[in-house]
């Protein structure tokens, strides 16, 4: 079930662009917790992941959009897989390159 998580982050990757996050304002109908329990469960959710959000962002899943953290999602994933196929593609792993190749880090910039 954990895999749901990811699918719907993919599903809604139109919507969940770094550099315009108004568009993920219409994902925005419940809260962290309360989206993550119906697609992931009560256990994964209590044991895995809100641990996770509430150390990486400092606050609990109750108080977290699910827009926001969909978007921290694919900016983690996208980051990911630049720097796998940056590795792939013969370039190393030059940092510069893999964050000038995610949204979010032209987005900071």
């Known amino acids: 079930r ?3 998580l990811l699918f719907e ?3 809604h990757r139109h919507t969940l662009d ?7 304002a219409g ?7 309360t989206a993550l329990i ?3 469960g ?6 895995l992941l809100a ?3 509430s150390a990486t962002f400092d606050s609990d899943p109750e108080d977290l959009s699910l827009a926001f953290a969909m978007l921290a999602l694919r900016c983690a994933s996208s980051r ?5 196929s940056a590795s792939k593609a013969g370039w190393g792993c030059s940092r510069r390159r893999s964050r000038a190749r995610c949204p979010c880090a032209r987005a900071a910039r």
């Open 38 to 40: 119906r697609l992931v």
């Open 42 to 47: 009560d256990e994964a959710f209590e044991f």
């Open 9 to 11: 982050v993919a599903r």
């Open 18 to 24: 770094p550099l315009r996050p108004e568009l993920a």
């Open 51 to 53: 641990p996770a959000f």
């Open 27 to 33: 994902l925005d109908r419940e809260d962290l917790a």
């Open 2 to 4: 954990l895999a749901r």
């Open 80 to 84: 990911a897989a630049s720097a796998c």
